[in-house]
């Protein structure tokens, strides 16, 4: 059985910096891209930023480049997103996914992502 388990989220002020991790198991983390995503009630899944299998290629969004860093550890099958300088406009639910593929991308959506962790809640306040 697949699972992702998110951990890290929390309330912190606008200009503070928080680290999220995802750990994997029941699959083979360290062959897939994985990838963050985030969701705001009312909006479309929304993605942060993407990994290849050897953690040498990352993608991320507009909004979050320069101020968010994925990364991953194969050895402990974990995923992590350091985040700094976080905004309000940051706040939702983050969700970590495990991709159908081990490289890159041109685009991602939520339909090529094979598994799902069940999020966690980052708040940013003004």
């Known amino acids: 059985q697949v699972r992702l388990a998110e951990s890290g989220g929390r309330l912190v002020r606008a200009g503070d910096s928080l680290k999220l991790s995802c750990v994997a198991s029941g699959l083979t983390f360290g062959t897939r891209t994985m990838a963050w995503w985030r969701q705001v009630p009312g909006k479309e899944r929304e993605f942060v930023a993407a990994i290849g299998w050897t953690g040498l290629s990352t993608d991320y969004a507009d909004s979050v480049r320069g101020r968010f860093t994925i990364s991953r550890d194969n050895t402990k099958d974990t995923l992590y997103l350091q985040m700094t300088n976080l905004k309000p406009e940051d706040t939702a639910v983050f969700y970590c996914?495990?991709?159908?593929?081990?490289?890159?991308?041109?685009?991602?959506?939520?339909?090529?992502?094979?598994?799902w962790g069940q999020g966690t809640q980052v708040t940013v306040s003004a």
């Open positions: 996914a495990a991709d159908s593929i081990s490289g890159s991308r041109t685009y991602y959506s939520p339909d090529h992502m094979v598994y």
